[in-house]
């Protein structure tokens, strides 16, 4: 199993610019979110979904789109972006069933807002 | 929503020394997890403790969630202990982890 996948590892965009962050598992997971991580702080749940055609917002959705069509994928989609949304993105998946089980996690993609 | 809160946020040991890392919490809560971010950024799961205690070599985890906090124990610490450890508690009746700000680790030879 490759486990949770992200690509791209690093990205540099331009204010206004789009993108799409990828993500990937491939346990089955039904369980699946996006967390930002800023400098010095913990992370924070940005989207989430707990199956294919079922997403809900976490504490910072804003300027975040998500959709989940398959069990294995889980995209994140920046609109617009912003300097203040330069971080890095972690993508994590689990079973689900009421309580979350052990959190796998993938690489993280670095991203910069220029 | 759920407050988190993890002590010490810096810790500094020699290799071979022993820890306590604390987590408290504010809510009622179906689950917890303990994370251990290495130096490369990389998010490894230690533990999935709602309650109890659990042990995986040289690392224990104790979760009292009637009393909301749990203790992540290490002993004989290791250089390559050296990272961030983060707890997450799940709130009952949400469907989401909160993390707290974490402990940074540093084992020195």
């Known amino acids: 199993n490759a486990g949770v996948t992200q690509t791209p590892k690093f990205q540099v965009l331009k204010t206004g610019q789009s993108m799409t962050l990828q993500c990937a598992q491939d346990?089955?997971?039904?369980?699946m979110s996006w967390y930002r991580q800023d400098p010095g702080m913990g992370l924070r749940l940005i989207h989430y979904?707990?199956?294919?055609?079922?997403?809900d917002q976490g504490e910072v959705p804003n300027g975040y789109n998500v959709s989940r069509s398959t069990t294995e994928d889980f995209p994140l989609r920046l609109l617009s972006a912003a300097p203040s949304q330069t971080s890095v993105y972690f993508c994590a998946s689990s079973y689900e069933g009421g309580a979350l089980e052990t959190q796998y996690f993938g690489p993280g993609t670095r991203l910069l807002v220029l | 929503g759920i407050q988190v809160e993890q002590s010490p946020p810096d810790l500094i040991l020699q290799e071979g020394a022993n820890s306590t890392l604390r987590c408290n919490f504010s809510d009622s809560v179906n689950n917890l997890q303990w994370f251990h971010q290495n130096p490369w950024g990389q998010l490894i799961n230690l533990f999935y403790i709602p309650s109890g205690t659990k042990q995986n070599g040289r690392l224990s985890a104790t979760t009292v969630a009637t009393e909301r906090y749990s203790l992540l124990y290490i002993s004989s610490s290791q250089t390559t202990d050296s990272g961030v450890y983060f707890c997450?508690?799940?709130?009952?009746?949400?469907?989401?982890?909160?993390f707290g700000t974490g402990t940074r680790l540093l084992v020195s030879p």
């Open positions: 997450a508690p799940q709130a009952t009746g949400f469907q989401k982890l909160v």
């Open positions: 346990m089955n997971h039904e369980y």
């Open positions: 979904s707990v199956g294919a055609g079922i997403t």
